[in-house]
């Protein structure tokens, strides 16, 4: 198997660092070997990214041109979306069905930038003085850009859309554990007319060459999606230089079903929540809370229909769920599954891998559902970042708020009831950067997306989105010719 080039300033080339095996986890069977990059590969994309940056072809070039760009990309990824979907489900195993979706949120994610960037405005400030007062947005120029494994092509597409809207260059560092998507959007961005140099498609070790990419003196800003351990040593590494970030990190989120609500709504939302994406998913609804006197009732029928999930080989359109994304990342959920027996638990559906002789090679798990843990347990509060659920009971309103929010996360949560006047409460009592009521997982571009507490400071998406990636700037124009008075 030959080694697959990566993308160093615009251009394609053996990297220098560790080779990268992606293996497709249906069998372990390698589907690609990269020539990952290394801290000398960075250096030289950073030169080649602040040339091109600086570059007033690229530039001074007026947004309308450059939305173009960024629709002749969102057209390219459109005109390869089948071709896209079916790698991107062999590097990580995603279903078929979902990795369509995800082509589909990338495609859109474009446009939807394009569409912002003609239409944002800067603004003329009310002036104090005899001035014009006037606040601009100028591009940060070199930003790095750090992705997850789990769903690449959309999370490349919500970084690199508005950066590359507000003017600047990105090296964009994707997981070594699903790299190719990654490497194809780069291919795709040079194809769309963008600059050479602008940007570079660099999967390799985050300890080395994303660490390299946040030291570097030229790189502005790092937008990060990931866990919340490496959120915070990035977080500390660009305090350092005094640099912005955008940090999307983890998540252990509630979805809260009330009494009052549609219970086949309720248990169609949490599945969805939790197993959709093998529960390799941020704001995945892994803590349950359901209230008491519908607990025994509602998890008979969650259990049943956990059960009848249809676990397997994500290229047929009829899977729900495909394996895992490695061997050691299976490991560790079950290593979860077994802690959460020693704590007392009890697994009633799922917690093994399944029987079909089909799948014994490839890397899969049954949707798992634990009950008789408390909230303060480990299981409950660690992300497992893996389809285990944890169902728990809850007496009233302040009871589940307090359960809700007792945690250091704060990406997500789900409301199940009828009454809006409950739902909204609840929704503006929990901690959480987004609240879904009576449905779960629905993502929009156009609205803002983020963490609180340790789940991230900042947002992504929404028509601000390109602001992430530029610098204000205030420039007062004098509309006095009298000189000031001070030195006379």
């Known amino acids: 198997m030959s080694l697959t080039p990566i993308l160093v300033g615009g251009e394609l080339q053996l990297g220098a660092g560790r080779e990268l095996t992606s293996t497709d986890p249906v069998d372990g069977r390698p589907i690609a070997t990269i020539a990952s990059a290394s801290v000398d590969d960075v250096e030289t994309a950073v030169r080649r990214a602040a040339a091109a940056q600086s570059d007033p072809a690229w530039r001074r070039m007026l947004p309308h041109i450059r939305a173009r760009l960024l629709h002749r990309t969102a057209d390219l990824i459109e005109q390869r979306r089948d071709e896209l979907a079916l790698l991107q489900s062999r590097d990580n195993g995603k279903p078929i069905t979902e990795t369509r979706a995800l082509v589909a949120s990338a495609i859109g994610t474009f446009r939807y930038v394009a569409a912002a960037l003609e239409s944002s405005d800067d603004a003329l400030t009310v002036p104090r003085g005899p001035y014009l007062t006037m606040s601009v947005h100028e591009p940060i120029g070199v930003v790095g850009a750090i992705t997850p494994w789990n769903s690449p092509i ?4 919500q970084k690199l859309a508005p950066a590359l809207a507000g003017g600047n260059a990105v090296l964009l560092k994707p997981a070594g554990w699903a790299p190719l998507l990654s490497l194809e959007l780069g291919r795709i961005l040079l194809e769309a007319g963008f600059p050479p140099g602008l940007v570079s498609v660099l999967p390799g070790d985050g300890a080395t060459v994303g660490q390299a990419i946040v030291d570097h003196p030229a790189v502005g800003h790092v937008s990060f999606t990931g866990g919340t351990s490496t959120g915070r040593r990035l ?23 009330f009494d009052d609500a549609d219970l086949d709504v309720a248990v169609n939302g949490v ?16 803590r349950l809370f359901v209230q008491r006197s519908i607990f025994d009732a509602f998890l008979d029928r969650l ?14 359109e009829k899977t729900q ?11 560790s959920v079950e290593a979860y599954v077994e802690l959460a027996r020693s704590e007392g638990g009890t697994v009633v559906a799922g917690g093994s891998r399944p029987e079909d002789p089909a799948l014994a090679e490839g890397t899969y798990l049954r949707p798992t559902v634990v009950t008789g843990l408390g909230n303060a347990s480990r299981t409950a509060q660690e992300e497992i970042f893996g389809p285990v659920l944890v169902a728990m009971p809850f007496d009233d309103f302040e009871d589940v708020v307090a359960q809700a929010n007792d945690t250091v996360y704060g990406l997500a949560a789900g409301v199940w009831t009828r009454d809006f006047p409950k739902a909204w409460r609840t929704a503006r009592a929990v901690q959480a950067g987004q609240v879904w009521v009576n449905t779960y997982k629905q993502l929009s571009i156009a609205t803002p997306f983020g963490g609180v507490k340790e789940s991230g400071s900042t947002r992504e998406k929404g028509q601000d989105a390109i602001r992430a990636y530029q610098r204000q700037k205030s420039v007062y124009v004098s509309t006095d010719s009298t000189p000031i008075g001070w030195a006379d």
């Open 154 to 157: 959309a999370s490349d597409a």
């Open 235 to 257: 977080a500390g590494s660009a305090a350092q230089k005094l640099m912005t970030t955008s940090l999307e990190l983890g998540g252990k989120s509630p979805t809260i079903v």
């Open 271 to 286: 599945l969805f929540g939790i197993f959709s994406s093998q529960g390799q998913s941020c704001i995945a609804g892994s």
């Open 303 to 316: 259990v049943r229909r956990t059960e009848a999930l249809r676990v397997g080989h994500p290229r047929d």
């Open 321 to 331: 769920m495909g394996p895992l994304i490695t061997e050691q990342h299976r490991a």
